[in-house]
């Protein structure tokens, strides 16, 4: 279990993948996730041993309650690397500060537990939402690759992101600083 000022993390579960399953089918985080055709449950099963076997899944709780799913993949361990994944499955927790705090909080793991040196992600060019929640997480620019997906009749680019240690390091001491309310205090 990992925990951040307002979520914990904590490894998926069988029981989760109904959840799993209504939350990557959701029109607008299926839109955002640049997924191609909508999954079935035994793709979400598939899918969640894959990420089992190749890096850490988590589930995004809020008080107990399941609310996204976040993760790291794709680790090159000479070279202390990895990508991370995300999404808030219920948009009607989008904008409370939920999806950096878990960024905040997986972040906070990779640099310090795993002792990696960046961690990098993709995420389409019109995903304003996760571009800035990124960028307050620590996350740089890095690339952008022109007409990667065609989605809903047009073209989207893709943008790439990384953070190193210092950055994060610089990034977790401005959110140590914010005054975000923790767990016990907060109101949900
Ligand atoms: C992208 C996503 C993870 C953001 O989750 P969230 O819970 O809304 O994010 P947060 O509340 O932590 O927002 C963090 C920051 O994002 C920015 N933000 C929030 N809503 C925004 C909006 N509508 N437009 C632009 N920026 C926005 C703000 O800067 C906010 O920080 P602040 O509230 O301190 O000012 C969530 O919308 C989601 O899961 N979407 C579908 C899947 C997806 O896009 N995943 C990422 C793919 S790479």
Sequence with gaps: ???????????????????????????????????????????VKEDTERSRKEGHPFVIEVKDRPIGRIGLNQFR?????????MFVGEPAFWGQGYARDAVMALLNYAFDRLDLNQVELWTLADNDRALAMY????????????QRSFKQGRWVDH????????????????WDSSGIVTRDSERV
Excluded at 29 to 41: K, N
């Design 1 to 43: 279990m990992i925990e951040g000022k307002k979520v914990s993390l904590r490894p998926v579960e069988e029981r989760d993948y109904p959840l799993i399953h209504a939350w990557m089918n959701h029109p607008e985080v299926w839109r955002s996730m640049d997924y191609e055709l909508p999954f079935s449950l035994a793709d």
């Design 135 to 146: 960028a307050k997480c620590g996350f740089v620019e890095e690339a952008r690759l022109r």
């Design 77 to 85: 361990r000479r070279d202390r690397i990895c990508s991370l994944y």
């Design 159 to 174: 943008v790439v992101m990384s953070v190193n240690r210092d950055e994060f390091v610089r990034a977790r001491a401005d």
